[in-house]
């Protein structure tokens, strides 16, 4: 019998000072503009609302994305709400 274990690097949000965000552990970008960005993350799939906000650097391969911009708020929504994305890791 083979064991098959899924090795994923820690979810974890960092905020600093409402102008910028790091996500790791993001396998989707679902949808972005200057006052929504949506991330799928093994955490679940993340709102971050906010003003003139914009993705500066997304590393495909460790799953890390910063969001800089005023955020404002940030949401967990249910997996359920999840649809195919522009970027997604397979």
Known sequence: MSEQRETRQPHTVRI???????VTAVDDV??????????GSAG??????GEGLHIRKMNVDGGEVL?????????YID???RK???FRKK
């Not at 679940?44 to 609302?49: F, L, P, Y």
């Open 84 to 86: 195919s994305g522009l």
């Open 79 to 81: 997996k359920a709400v």
């Open 16 to 22: 600093d000072g409402r102008r910028s965000m790091n």
């Open 44 to 49: 679940g799939v993340i709102s971050i609302d």
């Open 30 to 39: 679902i949808s972005f503009d200057e006052d929504r960005v949506v991330l």
């Open 67 to 75: 969001i800089e911009g005023k955020i404002n708020a940030l949401t």
